[in-house]
């Protein structure tokens, strides 16, 4: 029983150590664009929205507050800027203001409403999400990309290169790739030896 814990544990640690290399952080996905909504003048609607891939498209989640109980709004995305948006649009939803003055409706971006439009294409600083009351738009947000992850300089002196900047050194891949395989090969060989 000992010698079968010591296989499998074994085989796990192995598996574990490629899946880590095979897995660098730089392969994982930049957050989601949040941006905050700034209330027109008159309005203190506030809030913001998450924009995140869906599929091929894009979800839009938004968070109000300030909005006139049970009165109707309408999110939409237009090219431009707040001061100045263009008259093509999508609507993202159609919501009523909650009875304390929130909602939380969400949509997706689809082109002429049926084709779904990528996350790149909407967050680029070139796009701005409205809401519309029965008085005009009470709220804007500019659709900015999403915020990269900070990568260090590199050390000006001392040890350059990716250790010297805290990134993985390729030397340290290698071992750990070739200890991952030896601990499979061992946890097979010990398979093998206890079928015999």
């Known amino acids: 029983m000992n010698r079968v814990l010591k296989v499998v544990a074994g085989s796990l640690l192995g598996m574990a150590t490629i899946v880590a290399v095979m897995s660098p952080a730089s392969a994982q996905m930049p957050g989601s664009p949040v941006v905050e909504f700034e209330g027109a003048v008159g309005s203190s609607v506030a809030g913001s929205a998450v924009l995140a891939p869906l599929g091929e498209g894009t979800a839009v989640d938004l968070g109000l507050r300030g909005l006139e109980a049970g009165v109707e709004y309408t999110a939409t995305l237009h090219g431009g800027s707040c001061e100045q948006p263009s008259a093509s649009l999508t609507e993202i939803a159609s919501f ?34 409205l809401v519309s009351g029965p008085s ?33 050194h390729p030397a340290s891949l290698a071992v750990l790739g070739a200890l991952g395989v030896a601990a499979m090969v061992f946890g097979a060989r010990q398979v093998t030896a206890l079928r015999d």
């Open 96 to 129: 009523t203001g909650g009875a304390d003055g929130t909602a939380t409706p969400g949509g997706e971006v689809l082109f002429r409403g049926t084709e779904p439009v990528a996350l790149a294409a909407v967050a680029d600083g070139e796009h701005v999400i």
């Open 136 to 168: 005009g738009v009470v709220a804007c947000a500019v659709v900015t990309a999403p915020a990269m992850p900070a990568v260090p300089a590199p050390a000006e002196s001392g040890n350059a290169g990716l250790a010297g900047s805290g990134g993985t």
